[in-house]
């Protein structure tokens, strides 16, 4: 028996790293998973993958976040766990940044997640569990990464928030705090020629000396989506590799 057996969740940004990894192992513990993505043929090859229900949806646009509530309802079996985990962001300094650069940061990390949640709200079962996307740039000060980590910040604020919202509903907040971890985002953040320069600088900063696997994030989001955590609510779990710890 899997640990989210008879359970459904949903994780947003679940076409690729830590998503697509999380998506999988709430499968494989029994869940009945909903993914979303932008783009339709990755979405469709992810969800036929790991046997996950599709549903093409950006969560910037709110629209798209109604037909997103609408088609999970349609099951008529609610949602017990939410993974809020689509986001992004990229470099840029103070002197660089551009009120587009602001509005993406904070429309994908802050705003689609506020909304994302608040659209799913009324389909939460008693006792579910919703698991933020933070980040370990929220605790520390790297530079021309300024908005982004901002952006974490107040997701970790919201999950506090939230945490007290809820607490009558019996439904539990927690946000999972990921170190740098191998994936097409963060290879993203650098042109073909450096981005063996970017990991191995980022893997150096982190007192394990490598960098995380989506499948050890996708472990965390487990613990917290089920009731092995089931006397935590309000935290901040970071799997970090001691980065943000030592």
Do not use: C
């Not at 057996?5 to 690729?16: C, N, Q």
């Not at 029994?30 to 046997?51: K, M, Q």
């Not at 969560?59 to 993974?83: C, H, M, P, Y």
């Not at 019996?170 to 097409?184: A, D, L, M, S």
């Amino acid at each position: 028996m899997g640990q989210l057996d008879g359970k459904t969740a949903l994780v947003t940004g679940g076409t690729s790293g830590i998503g697509l990894a999380t998506a999988r192992r709430l499968a494989d513990e029994g869940a009945y998973v909903f993914i979303t993505g932008r783009d339709r043929a990755r979405l469709d090859e992810a969800a036929a993958s790991i046997g996950a229900h599709g549903i093409q949806s950006d969560i910037s646009k709110i629209d798209e976040l109604d037909t997103l509530a609408q088609e999970i309802g349609n099951r008529g079996r609610g949602l017990d766990v939410v993974f809020a985990n689509a986001g992004g962001g990229d470099f840029a300094t103070l002197a660089d940044v551009t009120l587009e650069h602001y509005r993406d940061n904070f429309d994908r990390n802050v705003a689609g997640t506020v909304f994302t949640v608040q659209k799913v709200l009324p389909l939460l079962n008693e006792g579910a569990s919703i698991v933020l996307a933070g980040s370990t740039a929220a605790s520390e000060g790297v530079p021309a990464f300024g908005l982004y980590a901002a952006s974490k910040a107040a997701i970790r604020s919201l999950g506090r928030t939230w945490a007290a919202e809820l607490a009558d509903r019996k439904i539990r907040v927690n946000t999972i705090v990921p170190g740098p971890i191998e994936t097409p985002g963060l290879t993203g953040l650098a042109p073909a020629d450096q981005k063996q320069d970017l990991l191995d600088g980022m893997a150096a900063q982190v007192p394990m000396k490598r960098l995380g696997r989506p499948e050890e994030i996708a472990a965390a989001v487990l613990f917290l989506a089920s009731d092995q955590s089931s006397f935590m609510t309000g935290a901040e779990l970071a799997v970090d590799g001691g980065q943000i710890q030592l």
